[in-house]
């Protein structure tokens, strides 16, 4: 059974810093590509970054240059930390996986993906 967790969430001031992890069991990161997503009440949940099997990136426009994501395939987690925080960032975020490889990869869109955490809240005020 494969489990994604996420955690690092909290309250921060605008300007400020978060580390969101997210841990997986019962799943290789090295085989799996990988997404950051997030969704504020009364809101679709939308794509903020992902990363695939070969470490390439991609962010929303929304958070480029100011989120970074990884992953570390020998702990089997994913990061994203998040820099220069605005209120606008505020949402439950959540960590997301699919099996993809040359045949398949994913767009950032919540329809690409079919693993889910949980959810960690994050409010910038």
């Known amino acids: 059974h494969v489990q994604l967790v996420e955690s690092g969430g909290g309250s921060v001031q605008p300007g400020g810093s978060l580390r969101l992890s997210c841990g997986a069991s019962?799943?290789?990161?090295?085989?799996?590509?990988m997404g950051w997503f997030r969704q504020a009440p009364g809101q679709e949940r939308e794509g903020v970054a992902s990363?695939?099997?070969?470490?390439?990136?991609d962010y929303s426009e929304f958070v480029q240059g100011r989120f970074t994501i990884s992953k570390d395939n020998a702990k089997n987690t994913l990061y994203l930390q998040m820099d220069s925080l605005k209120p606008e960032d505020t949402a439950m975020y959540y960590c997301?996986?699919?099996?993809?490889?040359?045949?398949?990869?994913?767009?950032?869109?919540?329809?690409?993906?079919?693993?889910w955490g949980k959810g960690t809240q994050v409010t910038v005020s």
């Open positions: 997301a996986a699919v099996v993809c490889g040359s045949w398949y990869r994913p767009r950032l869109h919540r329809d690409d993906y079919n693993e």
């Open positions: 019962g799943y290789t990161y090295s085989s799996n590509c």
């Open positions: 990363i695939d099997v070969d470490g390439n990136t």
